[in-house]
């Protein structure tokens, strides 16, 4: 009886069957532990950014990691997250290869990319983007001390500190005050109370007071000594006052970094005062970079004069509280930076409103029998 056995366009015989029989083994048992064996887990390409990415041990943690791990269990599959290996998110570098964690999942050193990446145009064509999981847009923080809110009209008012100023309206009131008590109590104010007038009213009282502060004097003065004596104290500290108003205001005149009022794209790119700059080779830098609008083409021509680039997030924050430096990045980042930093604050404008996905290699886990991939296109 004679048998025949194809597997894979290979033909044995039951004659030759003795010297096939050990490379027809290694092939059923490929095809076997192909059809028995468990998936392997996604490699998972991220990047360090709070509070998306934070290592914790061997192991990581944050917004991105909990998004991960209710996909896997969703979808049912496990993974092996990494930190990318060059740091960067992804661009194209000079000879037009992609870098960071697009060049990873292009190159399939990585299955997918999970992290606070930015949907683009250009990214989409290396790589396949899920819908958005976060909306965001480009803001800037900077130094409280080196540009003001308020206006330039009222920047008098910043010589002295809030305090300051509530110390001498408190003084103000409590001296007028008191010089109107002595003047109705002591005799020396009126030689006939009956039938002279006492000329500190309450009204005077605070009209005399003021007129010392501004050194023009506002008769009558007072006649009793102890009056006298209040008036006296009154004039040396409103000298006093007067002397460290006019030093502040002169040393302030004289400054080169006078604070700003910068609310906007707009003031930052009309000052030159302030350095700014954004994550090189990063979306944002390309939104500049991109833009029709004259505003943001000047930013970008002064950023890339200037070189004013951070290389990673926290080079960015951290030179935004060291320096005269405005940092340009998204504005969920920055309003993280911010409640953690109390010396910084963010710009009230939002521009350029883009959303974080997830790249994954083009056409890979694009479903063909249905109108959507499990990853949410």
């Given at each position: 009886?004679?048998?025949?056995?194809?597997?894979a366009g290979y033909k044995a015989s039951s004659e030759n069957s003795t010297m096939a029989s050990p490379g027809l083994l290694l092939l059923v048992a490929a095809v076997v532990h192909l059809c028995t064996?468990?998936?392997?887990?996604?490699?998972?390409?991220?990047?360090?950014?709070?509070?998306?990415?934070?290592?914790?041990?061997?192991?990581?943690?944050?917004?991105?990691?909990?998004?991960?791990?209710?996909?896997?269990?969703?979808?049912?599959?496990?993974?092996?997250?990494?930190?990318?290996?060059?740091?960067?998110?992804?661009?194209?570098?000079?000879?037009?290869?992609?870098?960071?964690?697009?060049?990873?999942?292009?190159?399939?050193?990585?299955?997918?990319?999970?992290?606070?990446?930015?949907?683009?145009?250009?990214?989409?064509?290396?790589?396949?983007?899920?819908?958005?999981?976060?909306?965001?847009?480009?803001?800037?923080?900077?130094?409280?001390?080196?540009?003001?809110?308020?206006?330039?009209?009222?920047?008098?008012?910043?010589?002295?500190?809030?305090?300051?100023?509530?110390?001498?309206?408190?003084?103000?009131?409590?001296?007028?005050?008191?010089?109107?008590?002595?003047?109705?109590?002591?005799?020396?104010?009126?030689?006939?109370?009956?039938?002279?007038?006492?000329?500190?009213?309450?009204?005077?009282?605070?009209?005399?007071?003021?007129?010392?502060?501004?050194?023009?004097?506002?008769?009558?003065?007072?006649?009793?000594?102890?009056?006298?004596?209040?008036?006296?104290?009154?004039?040396?500290?409103?000298?006093?006052?007067?002397?460290?108003?006019?030093?502040?205001?002169?040393?302030?005149?004289?400054?080169?970094?006078?604070?700003?009022?910068?609310?906007?794209?707009?003031?930052?790119?009309?000052q030159n005062v302030i350095e700014y700059g954004t994550l090189k080779g990063s979306s944002s830098l390309a939104f500049f970079k991109n833009s029709n609008n004259p505003t943001y083409r000047r930013i970008?021509?002064?950023?890339?004069?200037?070189?004013?680039?951070?290389?990673?997030?926290?080079?960015?924050?951290?030179?935004?509280?060291?320096?005269?430096?405005?940092?340009?990045?998204?504005?969920?980042?920055?309003?993280?930076?911010?409640?953690?930093?109390?010396n910084l604050k963010r710009c009230p404008e939002i521009i350029g409103m883009r959303g974080y996905s997830i790249a994954v290699p083009l056409g890979k886990y694009t479903s063909t029998k249905h109108s959507?991939?499990?990853?949410?296109?």
């Amino acid at each position: 009886m004679r048998w025949t056995l194809r597997i894979a366009g290979y033909k044995a015989s039951s004659e030759n069957s003795t010297m096939a029989s050990p490379g027809l083994l290694l092939l059923v048992a490929a095809v076997v532990h192909l059809c028995t064996a468990e998936p392997q887990p996604l490699k998972v390409t991220t990047i360090k950014q709070e509070p998306y990415t934070m290592p914790k041990g061997s192991e990581f943690e944050g917004f991105c990691m909990d998004l991960l791990a209710a996909l896997a269990e969703k979808l049912g599959f496990k993974y092996n997250v990494r930190l990318v290996k060059d740091g960067k998110y992804g661009a194209k570098d000079e000879r037009g290869n992609w870098v960071g964690m697009i060049g990873e999942v292009v190159r399939g050193e990585a299955d997918l990319a999970m992290a606070p990446l930015t949907l683009t145009a250009v990214r989409e064509e290396a790589v396949d983007m899920t819908k958005p999981f976060m909306q965001t847009g480009l803001s800037f923080v900077m130094r409280n001390d080196i540009a003001s809110d308020d206006s330039q009209y009222l920047s008098f008012l910043n010589l002295f500190s809030s305090e300051m100023w509530i110390s001498l309206l408190v003084a103000y009131l409590l001296t007028s005050f008191c010089i109107f008590l002595v003047a109705r109590i002591s005799p020396s104010e009126w030689s006939q109370p009956q039938m002279e007038e006492n000329h500190f009213t309450i009204a005077h009282s605070f009209w005399y007071t003021i007129g010392a502060l501004t050194l023009q004097g506002a008769g009558p003065h007072p006649k009793s000594f102890s009056g006298r004596v209040i008036t006296a104290i009154w004039w040396l500290f409103s000298l006093v006052v007067l002397a460290c108003y006019f030093a502040n205001l002169s040393s302030w005149l004289h400054m080169d970094n006078k604070q700003l009022s910068i609310k906007s794209f707009e003031d930052l790119a009309n000052q030159n005062v302030i350095e700014y700059g954004t994550l090189k080779g990063s979306s944002s830098l390309a939104f500049f970079k991109n833009s029709n609008n004259p505003t943001y083409r000047r930013i970008y021509e002064n950023m890339e004069r200037k070189q004013s680039y951070a290389q990673t997030m926290e080079e960015g924050i951290r030179m935004a509280q060291e320096g005269k430096y405005a940092f340009i990045g998204e504005s969920v980042s920055l309003d993280l930076a911010v409640t953690r930093y109390c010396n910084l604050k963010r710009c009230p404008e939002i521009i350029g409103m883009r959303g974080y996905s997830i790249a994954v290699p083009l056409g890979k886990y694009t479903s063909t029998k249905h109108s959507a991939s499990p990853w949410g296109w």
